[in-house]
């Protein structure tokens, strides 16, 4: 009799329930994860939602905490009963992508032309890890083990929303001293505030409207908060840095009014670092363009993933240099996933982060 697993399955628009299937089969390069904490994500409500399509059927989730149940026969440096993490993004190691320097993007090109998905697998190409077991592809370059002494709730972000929330500073090229304003702040765009911290900047704004929020930011690295629902972000963020504007600015929504006002408070030749996923086309004025002419650069992040990615912020967190634990604020087994899922969509009781536990 085949083994079964518990797995949340997204089965149409609307509807994500927790269903029984089969124990994935383990390949030479592949490892079976025993999840024992994973989260939901904004993606997965867009999933929910049929704002993103993917075929019905398949296990959602992509944020994996756990322990290595079965190791591929080609699998090397690892050991089952292992704790362990994989990103959201998982890359192959040898694709052109990744031999690029561009791992996030494994996957992305295509003969018939270009993908945004890259190398995000789980939960969108694959089945994912809102389940008791998730099948990671390609482990050796994937499966980063947990160091002792970190818990699986201090692990959770570092898969996607640290990842990503940090890249938007990354890619921004924060510097010492810089001033940055970071619009919208759910979880990635906490995750950029505290990483532009961590990058030197000597002024950071947070801009949302929710307070618990904005508190939050201020916990984790920002000098000013401005809620939109009071001033004018553009205006405020232009005060605050006496009109100078700042050097790097994080769209962390993925609207057209928060790009617009992203470009719109940098100095001449500022950089907008983009972690928006966006539903529709942008638009950018031409006066905050500076009609092409202003030395301002626009770049875009998806999450970076990999064991070594994983690594390097599993140390951040056990530096103490950062604690996304408060990140976390409601918590749910498994059998409880449709009951998490209601709350973390409809935004209720103040929730930032769900632990999902098996």
């Known amino acids: 009799m085949a083994e079964t697993m518990r797995a949340a399955v997204f089965v149409k628009p609307g509807k994500i329930e927790l269903q029984e299937k089969k124990l994935p089969e383990v390949g030479p390069q592949d490892a079976l994860l ?15 939602k049929g704002e993103y399509p993917v075929a019905p059927g398949l296990t959602v989730g992509h944020e994996p905490v756990g322990v290595i149940h079965r190791l591929g026969s080609g699998v090397r440096g690892l050991r089952e009963g292992q704790r362990a993490i994989a990103g959201a993004i998982t890359p192959s190691g040898w694709s052109n ?6 791992g996030a993007q494994d996957g ?57 929330g940090f890249s938007g500073a990354e890619s921004g090229e924060v510097r010492i001293g810089d001033a940055v304003a970071v619009f919208a702040q759910g979880p990635i765009g906490l995750c950029a505030t505290a990483g532009a911290k961590l990058k030197g900047a000597s002024t950071i704004i947070a801009v949302d409207r929710v307070p618990e929020r904005l508190a939050m930011a201020r916990r984790l690295g920002a000098d000013h908060v401005v809620d939109f629902s009071q001033e004018d972000p553009v205006e405020a963020v232009m005060r605050i840095t006496d009109g100078r504007g700042v050097d790097v600015s994080i769209e962390a929504l ?31 004025p031409l006066g905050a363009f500076a009609a092409g002419l202003g030395d301002l650069k ?16 599993m140390e951040v967190i056990a530096s103490g240099r950062v604690d996304l634990g408060p990140l976390v604020t409601h918590r749910f087994t498994l059998d409880r996933i449709e009951e998490a899922y209601d709350l973390f969509s409809h935004q209720r009781d103040g929730v930032m982060k769900v632990a999902i536990t098996p």
Not at 306 to 311: D, L, P, V, W
Request: a neutral charge; aromatic letters at 4%; one cysteine or more.
């Open 34 to 48: 025993k999840i024992t904490t994973t989260t939901i994500c904004g993606t997965d409500v867009h999933i929910l």
């Open 97 to 102: 992508a990744c031999l690029c320097g561009c």
């Open 108 to 164: 992305a090109g295509t003969r018939h032309g270009w993908k945004a998905i890259g190398g995000w697998k789980f939960g969108n190409t694959i089945d994912g890890c809102q389940a008791d077991y998730v099948l990671v592809p390609d482990a050796m370059a994937n499966l980063a083990p947990v160091p002792d002494g970190l818990t699986d709730e201090q692990v959770l972000m570092c898969p996607d929303i640290m990842s990503t």
């Open 254 to 284: 993925g609207t057209q009014a928060t790009f617009e006002a992203a470009l719109r408070v940098l100095r001449p030749g500022g950089t907008l670092s983009s972690l928006g996923v966006y539903s529709g086309d942008l638009t950018i």
């Open 298 to 313: 626009i770049v875009t992040t998806l999450c970076p993933g990999g064991k070594e990615r994983m690594r390097r912020l």
